[in-house]
């Protein structure tokens, strides 16, 4: 048990040097550039279409860019009822332009919910996946994502109550499952 510990510590660590550039909004602070800020506001513009009138509460907690690809995770409110959606958007001549928007109702009884997006990137010859989801359960202190190859990502959960991985070139994933602070398994996919 102490190997497989170590080795998982020690490939987090790995997968942490090697992320791309990234933006969470803790509750404790938010702060987004400009051009994130453009982004955010079209993802808006854009969820209020699709669900056909405006949402309350949206807010997005997770942007990741990889080259001029945006990629993210969002959460809103409707008639009372919580949504939790991603998107992935290509930035083309200083506009913004969705390519793919999903949003599904949230799970609120779930010890974490999981949103996975696939689809493939305009004018390359490879896919992105898009995995996310909300914490519900507090006692989840880590969500380990493993994929087909046997790479894993683990994401720490701390204040923070939502994960959310991005990867180019894969289709699918293997497992998700949510830890408590012992690493003990609480529940998974």
Not at 45 to 66: A, C, M, N, R
Not at 94 to 106: D, F, Q, R, S
């Amino acid at each position: 048990m102490k190997t497989k510990l170590f080795y998982t510590v020690l490939l987090f660590l790995l997968l942490l040097g090697c992320q791309p550039k990234e933006i969470n909004t803790s509750p404790e602070t938010i702060s987004f550039t400009d051009e994130d800020q453009a982004l955010i506001s079209f993802v808006h513009q854009k969820t209020d279409e699709k669900i056909g009138s405006k949402v309350e509460d949206f807010k997005v907690v997770k942007v990741s860019y990889i080259e001029q690809s945006g990629f993210g995770q969002f959460i809103f409110n409707k008639n009372e009822e919580r949504f939790e959606g991603s998107f992935y958007a290509e930035h083309n001549k200083n506009n913004w332009e969705i390519v793919h928007l999903e949003i599904a109702k949230m799970d609120v009884n779930s010890p974490f919910t999981k949103l996975q997006v696939v689809g493939g990137l305009p004018n390359k010859d490879t896919n992105f996946q898009i995995i996310c989801g909300v914490i519900n359960d507090s006692r989840i202190k880590s969500v380990q994502i493993t994929y087909p190859n046997n790479e894993s990502s683990i994401i720490m959960i701390d204040n923070y109550k939502y994960y959310f991985d991005v990867r180019l070139g894969v289709k699918t994933f293997s497992t998700i499952v949510a830890y408590d602070e012992n690493y003990n398994e609480i529940s998974s996919y």
